[in-house]
């Protein structure tokens, strides 16, 4: 896949408001143009999903705990035109001159390969769904994205979630945005074969402008809450490392197994069943590695509750210590950083960030850095020169805002 670099923002993408609307505008026309080219008609609509950022929340929500992430002004969009017969082709900027075809009827997760399992998948989910695949009409795809892939942002829930809002509109589909999510997971899980949880494609539906998704793992209860940046003069700063990660391979299915191994040691059904205060009784049950995996979930959960709760009482500036603190949590004892993860965090907080932690599933991807609007030049000049000075690839650093979830754009 060459995605990647083609996928990435310039650290001179728009950030600001007024840059975003042109920019998303932008977006939108070349989707519209490209899908012409390609199926030589024009799309009959056009919709989006965005990325995500989790603000708070690592590796919790497979654990049915708590995560705080939020939609971010990055989005995938998808234009679309409804077929006289059952076939579904897909195309995307990312594979140029590729098209993948399959049939309604006949759709299979073991025959869903590359990109193209994303959005097939989401297909093939919808009827499990209870979509009746077989009596729907066909329809084609064309994919664009400007969410810097592998970075921690969640392209992939972007182009699930943007998929479904098309499908569920297009089909007439009764299904609310919380089902959404789950049929965003169930292609990523089973068409796709990454394990993730369901955060990610909760945000991407649920998103709403300064405000973040509080969810509930375990219930699937959703709050959106305000987090208050505008007003404080805060921007939350992406530092991607360029390191690359991948979900479904090696450190992040070994956690999950840590995790269920950890669950089942101290008898329950998952670790959102203990708090804090079963951690003394965990360190004598546990050896010392699932010890501390167990207890970064514990604590994890506990600061997810925390910046709900200072946010609400306290404004934005005060979670900072939280964002460390998670930091700290995912180092030592879940393992999941890097030595370019490590130094973003550590030098965006020493040249003015309130707060500062890796995010998304560990293994490379961004950290993300809370910072007074003053600082941000200051902020993002300091990590990339002690990136130069380490002799790490340049990172890619750029401002996110709180965003819409998925809709249909025209
Ligand atoms: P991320 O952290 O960005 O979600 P993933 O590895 O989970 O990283 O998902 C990235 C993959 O999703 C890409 O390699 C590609 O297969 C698929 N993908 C995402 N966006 C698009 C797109 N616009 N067109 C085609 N495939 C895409
Ligand atoms: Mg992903």
Redesign the pocket.
């Known amino acids: ?1 060459t ?1 990647d670099s083609a ?1 990435t923002p310039a650290s001179s993408s728009p950030s600001g408001s007024a840059g975003e609307g042109a920019h998303r505008s932008d977006l939108q026309h070349a989707a519209l143009s490209r899908f012409a080219e390609v199926y030589a008609h024009d799309p009959q609509g056009l919709w989006s999903a965005p ?1 995500r950022v989790n603000l708070i929340g690592e590796h919790t929500d497979y654990n049915d705990g708590f995560v705080f992430p939020f939609a971010i002004n990055y989005r ?1 969009v998808v234009a679309l035109r409804s077929r006289d017969d059952q076939l579904v082709r897909v195309a ?4 140029p001159g590729e098209v993948v075809e399959a049939s309604l009827t006949d759709l299979e997760p073991a025959n869903l390969h ?2 193209s ?2 959005p097939l998948g989401v297909v093939w989910a919808l009827g499990q769904f209870g979509a009746p695949l077989g009596e729907l009409r066909g329809v084609d795809l064309f ?3 400007d ?13 699930e979630c943007a998929v479904a809002a098309a499908l569920t509109d297009v089909w007439h589909l009764d299904f609310d945005r919380q089902t959404l999510a789950k049929v965003g997971q169930l292609a ?1 899980n089973k068409a796709v074969g ?1 394990p ?1 949880g369901i955060m ?1 494609q909760s945000a991407s539906m649920l998103g709403r402008p300064d405000h973040g998704v509080f969810l509930d793992c375990r219930s699937l209860d959703a709050e959106v809450i305000e987090l208050g940046f505008d007003a404080a003069d805060l921007e939350l700063l992406v530092m991607d490392t360029r390191v690359s ?4 391979t090696g450190g992040y299915a070994a956690r999950r197994a840590s995790c269920e191994a950890g669950a089942k040691a101290m008898d329950v059904s998952s670790l959102r069943d203990l708090s804090v205060h079963d951690l003394p009784r965990a360190e004598e049950v546990l050896d010392d590695e699932t010890f501390r995996r167990v207890r970064h979930i514990l604590t994890e959960n506990q600061r997810v509750l925390d910046t709900v709760r200072t946010l609400r009482e306290h404004g934005p500036t005060a979670i900072g210590e939280l964002l460390d603190a998670s930091h700290v949590s995912m180092r030592d004892d879940f393992e999941i950083s890097v030595p370019e993860l490590d130094l973003a965090v550590e030098v965006s907080r020493r040249a003015g960030a309130i707060g500062s932690r890796m995010t ?2 560990g293994f490379g ?1 961004a950290a993300i850095a809370l910072v007074p609007r003053a600082r941000l030049a200051e902020v993002a000049s300091a990590v990339t020169a002690a990136f130069a000075e380490a002799s790490f690839t340049a990172p890619v650093i750029f401002p996110v805002t709180a965003a819409g979830g998925a809709t249909r754009e025209r």
């Open positions: 896949m995605a996928a990325g995938t995307s900027a990312f594979a590359g990109w399992a994303y994919i664009d994205s969410v810097p892939v592998g970075a921690g942002l969640s392209s992939s829930a972007a182009i990523e990454a993730t990610d990660h991948s979900h479904a998304g599933g991807g």
